[in-house]
């Protein structure tokens, strides 16, 4: 220890100005790495002699010339700023040089090399000479283009949203001033406002997977449908995508149709039966027919309700075409038509399940999509639910044991399942993933157990495949439940 400090003093009286050169190229060189690996470029801009000096790195983002060039007392470089942006620009840089030691500024830039238009940001510190006079600016650029993308997209959605959100809002007051106005009630208004709640819900849930974009006619009346009248509705038609405001429009429609059958129409008797059919008109949209049959004699109404009148009034509207109701003594029959603007303008297709028949994928054929399900007969089978959501399988319980099932579960987890599995079942609906696992261990235990199934997936694609059996997109309903059910015992109508 007694020696250390002469050694180390004449250490540093031994390093010589090659050793400083050294640290100072080792210092130039880490800071072009640092530059590099941030994508900035660096500039110069040399007050005393009106000079700017582009380096290579910059050159190489910006598009402007590597190397020196006359400032034009700093023209040069704002030569390039796009034309909305150059007096924000000057005006900032100005008042940094007066007052403060550096700058920070975003702007539009044009490259001179392609002519496509950046999204720049610049930042410099400010060099003065001895007494305050300006010498030098030496400063970074960078091309923040794709952040200042991102940041204008999120602002679109947000300004998307908070659209979308009003004019929820504003359809669900309507619809309860409305409800409350034609009901004397506080349940009868509870339920028929919560049923139109329920078809909104369901209209946003059919648009939520498709991002908004649109959703199918088949999926709009296999959602207002399928729960009602197990196999007593059918619904046919071309695959056609409409727009978010006639997909609501639509489902409003059908859900006011379908209640009024149930309550007065040809769902209200045990013969009766509903047939929805549409088809692509002569001017780029859609006519669809709603025909009753089978219930009890139709009379003209004698006050107008709110169905009638959203029918009447607002439906055809939204469509972009009109509405008609015709009450024939033998059944009701609506006629709903729209034109081009109701259909969504995207390219390629988009998921849909069209009905319960098509349990096993989405088809993108443009085919019909039937909703019968008549032959999906699954009375006296002993059905085994595991479905990790228990609101959705008891509601799943109700609807199985209501057409002659005999139903034991829900079973919420891979281990409830399994315990279930060697009881007498003939068939399980086993949903893909449970609370974050894989339902895979139930699946290989019905496998060997011999004991068929269906799979309720929205997402695990390869444990369908591995299994080959009929599956049920997420999110479903009774009505794909039952069918694929009886193709998974050999029920259905292709046994």
């Not at 800071?31 to 002699?49: C, N, R």
């Not at 107008?304 to 009034?313: E, H, I, P, T």
């Not at 609370?435 to 997402?459: E, H, Y």
Request: aromatic residues 4%; negative net charge; charged residues 25%.
């Amino acid at each position: 220890m007694h020696n250390s400090a002469p050694n180390m003093a004449a250490d540093s009286a031994s390093s010589s100005p090659d050793d400083s050169a050294e640290q100072l190229a080792a210092e130039q060189a880490r800071a072009a790495l640092a530059l590099s690996a941030s994508d900035m470029g660096e500039f110069k801009w040399d007050v005393e002699d009106d000079v700017f000096i582009v380096s290579p790195r910059m050159a190489k983002i910006t598009g402007i010339p590597v190397g020196a060039c006359a400032a034009a007392g700093g023209e040069y470089p704002l030569s390039f700023v796009h034309p909305e942006d150059v007096d924000t620009l000057r005006s900032t840089i100005q008042e940094s040089l007066n007052s403060k030691a550096r700058y920070r500024a975003s702007y539009r830039m044009t490259r001179p090399t392609d002519s496509r238009v950046l999204w720049m940001e610049s930042s410099a510190v400010i060099l003065r000479g001895p007494g305050g006079p300006l010498r030098k600016l030496i400063g970074v650029v960078r091309d923040v283009s794709e952040t200042k993308a991102r940041e204008d997209e999120r602002e679109a959605l947000v300004a998307e949203l908070d659209h979308r959100v009003k004019n929820v809002l504003a359809s669900v007051r309507s619809l309860a001033a409305q409800s409350a106005r034609k009901l004397s009630s506080l349940d009868a208004f509870m339920k028929t406002f919560s049923g139109r709640l329920d078809a909104m819900a369901d209209a946003h849930t059919l648009l939520s997977r498709t991002r908004w974009r649109g959703a199918g006619i088949g999926d709009i009346a296999a959602a207002e449908l399928a729960g009602l009248a197990l196999g007593r509705a059918r619904w046919s038609g071309p695959e056609i995508l409409l727009n978010p405001r006639a997909t609501n429009a639509l489902a409003l429609a059908l859900h006011e149709l379908a209640t009024n059958a149930v309550k007065f129409g040809a769902l209200s008797a045990d013969a009766g039966r509903v047939e929805v059919i549409w088809s692509v008109n002569q001017i780029g949209g859609f006519d669809l027919s709603w025909s009753e049959r089978g219930g009890p004699p139709v009379e003209s109404p004698s006050r107008q309700g709110f169905g009638a009148l959203l029918l009447d009034r607002v439906t055809g509207r939204e469509l972009g075409g009109k509405a008609t109701v015709q009450y024939r003594r033998d059944g009701l029959r609506a006629t709903l038509t729209s034109d081009g603007s109701a259909l969504a303008t995207i390219s390629g297709s988009v998921e849909s399940s069209g009905s319960g028949e098509a349990v096993e994928a989405p088809t993108e054929s443009g085919g019909a999509s039937c909703g019968a399900i008549e032959h999906s007969d699954i009375r006296g089978l002993r059905i085994l639910i595991v479905e990790d959501s228990m609101l959705l399988g008891l509601e799943l319980e109700a609807a199985l044991a209501e057409a002659g099932a005999t139903v034991s579960g829900p079973a919420a987890t891979v281990e409830e399942a399994l315990a279930l599995i060697n009881s007498d079942v003939d068939v399980v609906m086993l949903d893909a993933d449970l609370n974050g696992q894989s339902a895979a261990p139930v699946a290989d235990a019905l496998m060997k157990a011999r004991v068929p199934f269906i799979l309720a997936t929205s997402r695990n694609e390869d444990m369908a495949e591995e299994y080959a059996a009929p599956v049920v997109k997420k999110p479903y309903n009774v009505h794909q439940i039952t069918a694929a059910l009886a193709r998974a015992t050999g029920r259905d109508s292709a046994a």
